[in-house]
């Protein structure tokens, strides 16, 4: 077997894309939650002119966020975006800030790699706050 060949580097994150059932409940929601800016001239259109994605900063993401309509029903516990905050202490912030908008969340709790706060969406998709490893990822420990 030949040696892996060693992949240039990249220089981070892009964008991360999420499905939605309703762009505007879902757009109203990542701003109050996390301070999201809609970047309106990257809107995405059908060829009919309908809009099929919004595109948002979130403070300290390091990419943007895609918010892409979709009529198909999400997954259950469809989680695809996990957030990582400094440690514990952040964590609580998150929880206070939460509750402070009346947003249901499941308090902090313990992961397979730290602690972790969850929050569900009004489309029912989940997002979560982890901390981040201690001693980083080749670190843990994992057990299913």
Known sequence: MAPAATAPPISGLHHVATLVPDL?????????VL?????????HHDASG????????????G????LRRSAEPLPAH??????EVRDLAALGEWAAHLHAIGVHHSGVIVKRTGHGLEAETPEGTI??????PSGGFRAVEFQE
């Open 50 to 61: 309908e809009l099929t994605a919004v595109i948002v900063e979130i403070p300290n993401l």
């Open 78 to 83: 469809y989680d695809p975006l996990t957030l």
């Open 35 to 43: 301070g999201a800016v809609r970047l309106d001239h990257l809107d």
């Open 127 to 132: 997002l979560r706050f982890y901390t981040a």
């Open 24 to 32: 505007a409940a879902s757009l109203a929601w990542y701003r109050r």
């Open 63 to 66: 990419g943007v966020l895609q």
